[in-house]
């Protein structure tokens, strides 16, 4: 069965370099996965209203449920973020937020999770890779350790038609993405229907 992997990408910069970036990583998953950018943008902010029960008149919008059914449907989720103001993008705490509840039914609960994060200084996303790592602590989501993937001045590692001009960049991607897929075929015996459960 082919796995599916949803692949989240913290910008909604039509030109982002953090896209640029997942699409590449996706070309590295082999044969018998299948890859794709789960988009966020369209996700309303969250309201814990939508999932408390003592509220009733106000329906979990069709976003929400289809966004959690992808996530739990996956074999692995795959973040690429860049950093703003020393975190993740609001964008990406958005999802992270909505796939959390309702506490009986966590949509990223034991899912393996690869985090690539970027940013155009030298610091590679640091603090927003580790302010993401903070943010799924709670959820049990085994992950590659080290080497981390921070990749830092990524203009200049990336082509204006999207490409990585560096060989090396191309190297560390690829091995971090079989890491990853280890991480995924790991959980295999407990998988079902594709998803850790
Ligand atoms: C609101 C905002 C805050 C930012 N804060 C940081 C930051 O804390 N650290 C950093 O390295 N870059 C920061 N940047 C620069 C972004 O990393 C840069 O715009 C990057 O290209 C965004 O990623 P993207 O190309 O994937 O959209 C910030 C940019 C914006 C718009």
């Not at 990408?9 to 640029?20: F, I, N, P, Q």
């Not at 008149?57 to 069709?62: C, H, L, R, S």
Request: charged share 25%; proline share 7%.
């Amino acid at each position: 069965m082919c796995k599916s992997i949803s692949v989240i990408v913290g910008s909604l910069r039509r030109e982002s370099y953090a896209r640029k970036i997942a699409l590449n990583a996706i070309k590295h998953f082999p044969d018998g996965y299948s890859a794709r950018i789960l988009e966020i943008r369209h996700l309303p902010l969250y309201d814990f209203d939508y999932d408390d029960p003592e509220v009733v008149d106000k329906a979990t919008p069709p976003e929400y449920t289809t966004f959690r059914r992808d996530i739990k449907a996956s074999a692995g989720v795959l973040f690429v973020t860049p950093e703003n103001n020393r975190t993740i993008p609001a964008c990406l705490k958005n999802a992270i937020d909505i796939g959390s509840k309702p506490n009986n039914d966590v949509a990223w609960k034991n899912l393996p999770a690869g985090i690539i994060s970027h940013s155009v200084g030298r610091m590679g996303g640091y603090s927003s890779q580790k302010n993401l790592k903070l943010a799924l602590s709670y959820f049990d989501m085994p992950m590659p350790g080290q080497p981390e993937v921070f990749i830092g001045q990524s203009p200049t590692l990336v082509s204006a038609s999207g490409a990585i001009t560096s060989e090396k960049t191309i190297e560390f991607l690829r091995d971090y993405v079989h890491r990853f897929i280890e991480l995924v075929d790991a959980r295999r015996d407990i998988n079902r229907g594709g998803r850790p459960s």
